[in-house]
């Protein structure tokens, strides 16, 4: 009986610690991969244990009560032990096997590593894959993400991180559009073209389409009259005909492939080489995250 309280006040702690790091039930459901049901009964099962009250909830809303916020930093730390004895345990085994989480933006996820998971899968069929695409950026320390492949610079000291193959920023539309209005020389002609561009989820701003014009890079915000918040929504939509937008060679490559996007002011492509491959210092020998980092290397 004594262990059975045992288990279930430890249960209690990992949903708390990821329900308080995430902001919901729902969020550290899906991060544990079990019922919001379940994490809800655990926490509150802690609540009773304890006889303190972790969190002041609404029904929008989830917050940590001063005791809550005392307790949450101990909660973490117990999380994080918990994960270092699994990593220590896929280790000792010596070959990729177990869950290896990934995050990855959406644009990525779509185009790079969902396609290479069933090659992946036959070389390491001991491996389950967990895929998680957001286009916001995730805490993989606290979420218990093995790794992440971001475009950007690494900004956590936390973290490794590989640096991985250069892609290209091109203006894209689709033939039909291109046959009705021309083909623009240069990127001062866009104002007298019709336009896509993306506004970023995370902060709400838009997308500044840049343009390398001789030795100097500038960039330019279009008057767009359609814009849409994913990356995948602006390729829909130029390809429909909605006019000229921006996008990753990696993302229209297909469209370009099948014809239904075509290259606009490709002499004015900015090349980038930042996409990274980033996991967490724990993770440092995990075998199936070693071999997805040699698979997202020899891919790219």
Known sequence: ????????????????????SLGSFTAAARSLSVSPSAISKSVQRLEEQLGVSLFTRTTRSLTLTAEGRDIHGRALQLLRDAEEIEQVAKTARGEPAGTLRIAASLPIGLHVIAPALPQFRKRHPKVT???????HMVDLVEQGIDMAV????????????????GHRLCCYASAEYLALRGTPKHPDELAAHETVNLRYQSNGQMFRWPFQIGEREI?????????????EAVIATIAAGG????????MAAPWVKRGELMPVLSGFAVDRHNIMAVWPESRRSNPAVRAFLDALIDLL
Do not use: C, N, W
Request: charge should be neutral; avoid cysteine.
């Open 243 to 250: 006019g000229i937008g921006m996008g990753t060679s990696f």
């Open 150 to 165: 971001r475009i950007g610079d690494l900004a956590d000291s936390r973290l490794l991180s590989r640096r991985l193959s």
């Open 1 to 20: 009986m004594k262990e059975q309280i045992i288990f279930e006040r430890l249960t209690g702690l990992i949903a708390f610690a990821r329900a308080g």
């Open 219 to 231: 960039e330019i915000v279009p008057s767009s009259s359609i814009i849409v918040d994913t990356s």
């Open 129 to 135: 894959i967990d895929l998680r695409l957001s286009d």
